[in-house]
């Protein structure tokens, strides 16, 4: 049967794909529409497989909130023209909205979520289809949720270059939870973390494991330094502060004022809204990056 042009532009505004694929599938299914588009979606998702083993160290960080819950996710593609496509925004903003709907537990639950923004397919069937247009590897490839008490804790984000780095950091006030002054370090303690990647919010935090490698060598650096062996544990001990000064939230050097401390920031906060304040958690994406 011969295929109209009414037919393939019908196809192509239901899938998005280039006019000659479109008719050839038309074609090679008697002009029938849903087959059609069966057989394209089949294209991409042998277009995913063929795509599997490309790098994909692209794409876009996001941050997505509502008054009880913040949410950040990575989806990655090959190239950084792909993560600026009409079609990849869209798939990234809708996904934003159906996370935040939803709240999956985690990224493998995420994945498996059935959507009505997507047609009613899986976010990882609608991630397939997607491939099979853009012709290009893409993945959703993290996904982690922060959710706040209403009566005791905000959430802050920060988005940093286009999408590269995406922060969320959770406090706690005992007052003035809605206060400009909270508000204002809630973001610079996202940027601190963006900035600065601390890794825990304070010493307690920090993993065993790691304070017991530094610990060796600095015991090690201590042996060789030529100095008496009764003032090793100081040097170790030092050292160790040192350690914690750079890498943990609460006692990093304020990078908008490098003379002061985050908790020093932090106490200067309290006072202006007479409240005690605490930093619970914070979560930091970076584009590419491993957890």
């Known amino acids: 049967m011969g295929i109209t042009a009414a037919q393939v532009k019908e196809l192509r505004d239901k899938t998005g794909i280039g006019m000659m694929l479109c ?10 529409m849903e087959k059609a588009i069966e057989s394209l979606r089949k294209q991409g998702q042998a277009t995913a497989a063929k795509r599997a083993g490309k790098a994909v160290k692209q794409g876009t960080v996001s941050i997505v909130s509502d008054p009880s819950c913040s949410i950040v996710f990575e ?6 023209f792909v993560a600026r496509n009409d079609d990849f925004i869209e798939f990234i903003n809708t996904l934003g909205s159906v996370l935040l709907s939803q709240k999956p537990a985690d990224i493998a639950a995420a994945k498996t979520i059935s959507a009505s923004e997507f047609g009613g397919q899986t976010i990882e069937g609608r991630l397939t289809e997607l491939i099979g247009k853009i012709g290009e590897n893409i993945t959703f490839r993290r996904y982690r949720k922060l959710e706040a008490d209403a009566n005791s804790e905000r959430i802050f984000s920060y988005v940093h ?3 590269k780095i995406g922060v969320i950091v959770k406090l706690s006030a005992t007052a ?16 601190q973390v963006t900035a ?8 307690e935090h920090v993993d065993a494991g790691v304070i017991a490698k530094e610990k060796e060598i600095y015991f090690t650096q201590a042996q060789s330094s030529g100095k008496p062996e009764k003032i090793w544990d100081k040097i170790i001990e030092g050292k160790l502060s040192k350690f914690y000064q750079e890498m943990t939230l609460l006692e990093q050097a304020f990078i908008k004022k490098p003379e002061i401390s985050v908790t020093e920031r932090i106490k200067e906060t309290e006072k202006a809204i ?6 619970h958690e914070y979560i930091r994406f970076e584009l590419g990056a491993e957890d």
């Open 176 to 191: 003035g939870l809605d206060s400009e002054a909270l508000a204002v370090l809630g973001k610079e303690l996202a940027m």
């Open 23 to 32: 008719k050839q599938a038309l074609i090679e299914n008697d002009g029938d």
């Open 75 to 80: 989806v990655n593609s090959e190239t950084d």
């Open 274 to 279: 007479d409240a005690s304040i605490k930093v």
């Open 196 to 203: 600065a990647n601390p890794m825990a919010v304070d010493r």
């Open 161 to 163: 270059g286009n999408g």
